[in-house]
């Protein structure tokens, strides 16, 4: 696992960096292999955001959220980025297994 952090308007500290790991390895169960994940933290006017790109072989997840607090944007991108591979994972299921099926047949 690759993760780039970095901060616009603002100046990283330990803290902010630990948290950002921890939440990142929470997204290590949802793929195999290789992720890059590049996160980034920005201020503008009292107001945080976080932004999450995700790149895992062939897929590509993006997410951002703003709040008041900047530890709770980590929540909400994290469940923002849960959310989207949950929803890829059952297109892919669903992919698979309708190619299985067999057509109706009208009598």
């Known amino acids: ?3 780039t952090i970095s ?3 603002m100046d990283g500290t330990p803290a902010i960096e630990s948290k950002i790991r921890q939440k ?3 997204l290590k169960k949802y793929f195999n292999g290789k992720i890059d994940i590049s996160w980034v933290c920005t ?3 009292n107001l945080q955001r976080s932004e999450v790109n ?3 072989g062939k897929n590509h997840l993006y997410a951002k959220s703003e709040h008041e607090n900047l530890y709770k944007t980590f929540d909400l991108v994290l469940d923002k980025i849960e959310r989207q591979t949950r929803k890829k994972k059952n297109i892919q299921k669903n992919n698979i297994h309708s190619k299985f099926k067999v057509p ?3 009598l």
């Open 1 to 3: 696992m690759n993760l």
């Open 7 to 9: 901060y616009r308007h």
């Open 54 to 56: 995700i790149y895992a």
């Open 24 to 26: 990142a390895e929470h």
């Open 43 to 45: 201020v503008d006017n």
């Open 104 to 106: 109706a047949t009208s």
